[in-house]
């Protein structure tokens, strides 16, 4: 059993930056890549970026666009989204999840997902 417990989320300004941050809580776990998803009001939960379970690669979703980076801290159970220039189409719900690598072209690739933290973009 895994637990995935998200938090870093707020509300900010356009072009602001936020940093998610998702603690795992079994840290006898089985080795796995890590990855973050979101959904917006009214619309399907959309892959954003995943990492290998070394931390040693990383893929992200197109509307990225250079501004959210993925990284993980095996040592202290945790992985990490910064969120840089943040614009209002960024504002969702934000879920940590664990699984395979190739979790953002196969969402059944997820194998525990983390409740959620709520970002929010507006001036």
């Known amino acids: 059993q895994v637990r995935l417990v998200e938090s870093g989320g707020g509300v900010v300004q356009p072009g602001g930056s936020l940093r998610l941050s998702c603690v795992i809580s079994e840290s006898t776990y089985s080795r796995s890549a890590m990855g973050w998803f979101r959904q917006a009001p009214g619309e399907e939960r959309e892959f954003v970026a995943a990492i290998t379970s070394s931390g040693g690669d990383s893929r992200y979703a197109d509307f990225v666009k250079g501004r959210f980076s993925i990284s993980r801290d095996n040592i202290g159970n945790a992985v990490f989204l910064q969120m840089n220039d943040l614009k209002p189409e960024d504002t969702a719900i934000y879920y940590c999840?664990?699984?395979?690598?190739?979790?953002?072209?196969?969402?059944?690739?997820?194998?525990?997902w983390g409740l959620g933290t709520q970002v929010t973009v507006t001036s």
């Open positions: 999840a664990q699984g395979y690598y190739d979790m953002g072209q196969n969402e059944g690739g997820v194998v525990s």
